[in-house]
């Protein structure tokens, strides 16, 4: 009575044949990356302040922000490049400068601070960020050198731990999911700065983990069922893990959803990104991930 789970997805009994669908989930993700490295071309990712550099001036006026008088205000002090930005409640309002003014940053705040204060007076500044060009270069530069030895040290792990087929069957898949987190940030116009590849590199190893849990169950059934169709085992194990795959993704999706609707400009970014990953991640390990190593495992087979 008490070892029994409180809840279940699915029933233990459950056998849904999900290599049947396995060239249609593998011909969606492909579209789907292919559409995303071509929104990464166009229109492109919206850099954050880390990548891009520039000073970031967040503001709360008195009564609902009128950006054409801030705008005409920030013009009449020779700031003529600011890019308004309307966020959180009506009041809300984030002024971004690019980098390379000859003023200096603290000048530069107090010129914003005293025209926002003129164009809507009661009006007060509530941080203000900058990043000059050679540090948000270094930082692009870091975060991208981060994403690439994160992945290798994954195929590293997974080589170690099981074949080679599975690591890069798992690899594969994971650049997958990459490519298809770049095209949702692309299309919702979230920044990408050192938030998003720390949410990037989040999804990243919780998609492994969910890999990992597929792939142990598929080697310990290779050995317990030697004479087994590798198609019906790659089934077996999937629905055999199925409860906790999806247990393990509900919880983490209903931790980051409050911070995707109630967190406010900083968090819900990051927590959008992250709820879009678990379910990208979650999916892949079943549609993407288990074809690859099917295809894969055949091909080693049939060389032997």
Known sequence: MFGRPLLRFVRKDTHINFMRGRFVGLMTSAV?????????????????????GGIVVEAKTSGPADFAKIRSTLAAHHI?????QAFGAPDDVLIRLEAGDKQATNDV?????????EAQPGSTVLRADAVGASVSSELFRNGMLALGLSLAMILAYIWFRFEKEFAISAVITLILDLTKTVGFLVITGFEFDLVMVAAILTILGYSTNDKVVVYDRVRENLRKYRTMP???LIDLSINETLNRTLGTSSTVFLAAL???LFGGSTLSGFAWTMLFGIVVGTSSSIFIAAPLLLFMKKETSNKH
Do not use: Q, W
């Open 80 to 84: 003529d490049h600011a890019s308004l």
């Open 230 to 232: 590798l198609r019906e």
């Open 32 to 52: 789907l990356s292919l559409a995303s490295i071509g929104l990464f071309f166009y229109p492109g990712l919206t850099l954050g302040l880390d990548f891009r």
């Open 258 to 260: 409050p911070l995707a």
């Open 109 to 117: 705040v107090d010129t914003v601070r005293h025209a926002v204060a």
